[in-house]
């Protein structure tokens, strides 16, 4: 059995308890009905009928908030070992009505950069908030950020999280790509694991300079100059370094941060 739910105007719809379900996976998608999958952008397949999902409704209030969908956000994290992490991601878009994306970044980010569609944008910020014109259309439409994130060095043992940004419109899946320096092995919790390929969605490059991109990348984490200089894409892995890869669906505004579990196994390299 299948379920979905569908809000006209410029409502939000978001699962508070997903009962049986589970969303359903592309080849699950693939299988339903023509006439259901044109009706809907995402579907629920329960295990069990009787145990349904619960759904919340938000409407907006003097018509200042449309109705908008992120259908992946992918972010891609460059953990150095000291206290500053790179850190990009994307957001695939698709909007009723809305002009305005709102995506809050932990206390303390630098943004470097910002386009939709490879086009360069200057967003606003409210709060910890930053504020991403969106077109009014439903066809997808990739928005993207580079930022300077502060954080705490990784432990010897223990746990360290990546950062997820919260949307101002419910995301359905997240993908998570972190480097991490040599010396460290993290695992991601059990249902977070990846579940398929992750990659950033494909858009043109940026055109223009890259700005602080190349240089920040080279102070984190010594990758030269030369491999620092990128279109967009995902951040270079340096000699050492290694991935950890994390995915999962959510259809939340809030996805929630990731929790690695971390176990240094040589000494903390210094860094100048």
Known sequence: MAA???????????????????LASPSEWADLIPEFRASTSAALLLADPTRPPRWKI???????????QVDRLVVDAM????????YQCWATVRSSGATLLSLTLPRGARL??????????????????????IAAQKEPQVLFLEVLLPQTPPPERGSFTIPIPAASAPITRVAVRAVLPP????????????RDAI???????????????????????GVPPVLARRSQGFFPVP???????SSWE?????????????NRTSRRKEWF
């Open 239 to 245: 000699p050492g370094y290694h991935e950890v890869w």
């Open 112 to 133: 470097l950069r910002a386009s939709r569609d490879s086009i360069a944008l200057i967003p606003g910020v409210e709060g910890d908030g930053v504020q991403l014109p």
């Open 250 to 262: 959510t259809l939340s505004q809030e996805p929630g941060n990731l929790r690695l579990e971390v």
């Open 58 to 68: 938000t409407r907006s209030e003097g018509g200042r908030v449309l109705a908008a």
């Open 183 to 194: 010396g460290i092995e993290a695992t991601p919790p059990a249902d977070r694991a990846p």
């Open 199 to 221: 990659r950033p969605p494909s858009t043109p490059p940026l055109e223009g300079s890259p700005g602080n991109g190349a240089a920040l990348l080279t102070r984190i984490a």
């Open 4 to 22: 979905a739910v569908q809000a006209e105007d410029d409502a939000f719809v978001e699962i508070t308890d997903p009962g049986s379900a589970h």
């Open 79 to 86: 953990v150095g070992d000291g206290t500053t992490m790179a």
